[in-house]
């Protein structure tokens, strides 16, 4: 089995979701930094378009969104399981408003003027003004993550309150131990508990803070840094696994081996083109040839994607 490869950076929330999982699961793998804002070649060799973090590389397999990254790390890593049965379709739901409306609140609340006026990265203001042209360039099309701070900050509350009253009577959202949800939920609040100006708005909440603490001591795994181009070396040099025609025509009316592409339907409307390997209801999978990478088979979930026959 070849390593894995997290393509990521440090001050990203999801990538947070990804090594903090990891770190639970005590796993080691390998980190590509990669750039925060475009252009990111290296990656875009591996994904052909997607460009959100973090990217999951295993050889030549590439795993695009962190929904689809945490299923195949429970895979690889069965023991503690964090996916229970006889809650799969519950939390699938909570794990979804989580990774979706309640990041675009998190996202307002760390971005507040507040924090922004202490944020180092930002007191560039020829660096501010390239993220946000990059991120205007990256939600091009879609209403992206915007949320007003004023509508922001009372879901936030809210949500707090209620976690606390959850963890009130439980280590963890999950029971005695975490289960998806907590990943989900703590990259959230990882980002915000980040910005030190930030900090007393956990106040109140002191069973939240217990569980930040809880969840922390997970740590990251173990890390050993490579470069984006030993990244792609590694793709060239490994079969495609996802070899397997699965395509269920029945739900999209797709044959495998279609050229179609798969993009986003929240933010982020970057495609990836390829040719059809996998279509199931849980999964999307497109073959690709590129230039410096090879063949590469990349995936990504059915929730929150779209596919296109070109
Ligand atoms: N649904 C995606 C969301 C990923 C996402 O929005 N990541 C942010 C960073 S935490 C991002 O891609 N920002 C733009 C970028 O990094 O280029 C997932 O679960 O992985």
Redesign the pocket.
């Known amino acids: 089995m070849s390593e894995i490869i997290l393509h990521q950076?440090q001050a990203?929330?999801?990538?947070e979701k990804i090594r903090n999982l990891l770190g639970y699961k005590k796993a080691s793998y390998r980190v590509v930094n990669i750039p925060?804002?475009?252009p990111?070649p290296d990656l875009m060799a591996l994904t052909g378009g997607y460009?959100?973090?973090?990217v999951m590389q295993i050889g030549s397999d590439i795993y695009?969104?962190?929904?689809i990254?945490c299923r195949v790390i429970e895979q690889l890593y069965p023991d503690k399981p964090i996916y229970p049965t006889e809650q799969e379709g519950t939390l699938g739901a909570a794990v979804h408003w989580t990774?979706t409306f309640f990041?675009k609140v998190s996202v307002a609340m760390a971005f507040q003027p507040k924090a922004l006026a202490q944020n180092k990265t930002f007191s560039d203001p020829k660096v501010a003004e390239a993220f946000r042209a990059?991120?205007a360039e990256?939600n091009k099309g879609s209403p992206g993550?915007g949320m007003e701070f004023s509508v922001a900050h009372p879901h936030w509350q809210m949500h707090l309150k209620r976690l606390d009253t959850q963890l009130a009577t439980a280590d963890y959202l999950g029971g005695d131990a975490p289960n998806i949800l907590d990943f989900s939920t703590y990259h959230c609040l990882w980002f915000v508990y980040n910005s030190e100006v930030l900090r007393d708005s956990f106040t109140p909440f002191a069973h939240v803070l217990l569980w930040i603490t809880r969840m922390a001591a997970f740590g990251n795994g173990t890390i050993t840094e490579i470069s984006g181009s030993e990244a792609i070396k590694i793709a060239t040099s490994a079969p495609v696994i996802a070899d397997t025609a699965a395509v269920d025509s029945t739900i999209d009316g797709l044959e495998s081996g279609d050229h179609v592409e798969i993009l986003?339907i929240?933010?982020?409307f970057q495609p990836t083109q390829g040719e059809l390997l996998v279509a199931s209801l849980e999964e999307l999978v497109v073959k690709r040839t590129d230039p410096l990478a090879g063949d590469v088979a990349v995936h990504f979930p059915r929730l929150?994607y779209r596919i296109n026959k070109l």
């Open positions: 950076y990203s929330p999801f990538s925060v804002i475009m990111k460009r959100k973090t973090p695009c969104d962190s929904a990254i990774d990041f990059d991120r990256l993550l986003p929240d933010y982020g929150g």
